[in-house]
């Protein structure tokens, strides 16, 4: 949501292209994401372990964001403006698929990619990937957990932006664009909390359920699917489809 309304901001305010205005926001949203992780995450961090109190945490600093933005620029909807071609391109007799979904799709294939080189290819990529299996360890092993927390939240921050660009230029821009957002935390748990290659499949599965549950049977339905799904997962497989934790899962 801060990443959309970043964008807008920049194109419809300052007059700015897509390209910069979106790596303002990218930029813009990891800041946010970093200074919310300084003031809200932390405290609770250094006084306690329980990861409980900083999902209240999160669901308190959501609330409190969308309610800023209601009242610093409004609820109402609000439309990026469009920057890519309409029309449809026709893939055989009866099968169309428009430029932005193709777009959507190459650049989400890029940042995947991206991350998945940083994760593993670099040195904070597998400080990333210590600190996830035991923080504690890996601080002792010499690694600065602070600065390393604060990298975790400016990427994180950086690629729901992107997200959120192009959910406000598929859909509108609101205050609650961001509750989208328990559906992602849905996908990462069927595919497996801390593995890309599992909030992938998750995405595709959660996505594919809720396609078919709409067409079949209603669209009414769909939620109902989502959290089922979430509710099966957990039941049957607490780590996911391709986790390993299962105790710190469940």
Partial sequence: MVGGYICYGMMMELGMGIWVAGAAAIVGAGIVAVITERFAYRPIRERTSLTLYLLIASMGVSIVIENLFVIVVGGRFRAIPPVLPQSPI???????????????????????????????????????????????????????????????????????????IFLAMRYTLFPQLGAITIKAFVAAVIGGLGSLPGAVAGSFILGLAEMLSAGFISSQMRDIV?????????????????????????
């Fill in 90 to 164: 026709t893939i055989a007799q009866g099968i169309t698929i428009s430029v932005f979904d193709i777009t959507t799709f190459v650049i989400a294939i890029v940042f995947l990619l991206g991350l998945q080189l940083f994760l593993r290819k670099t040195r904070w990529g597998l400080a990333i990937r210590a600190a996830a299996c035991d923080l504690r360890i890996a601080g002792l092993m010499g690694v600065n957990v602070g600065l390393l927390i604060g990298i975790v939240f400016l990427v994180a921050g950086g690629l729901a932006a992107v997200g959120g």
């Fill in 226 to 250: 989502v959290f089922s799904l979430l509710v099966i997962t957990l039941l049957v497989r607490p780590a996911g489809l391709f986790g390993k934790q299962i105790s710190d899962k469940v």
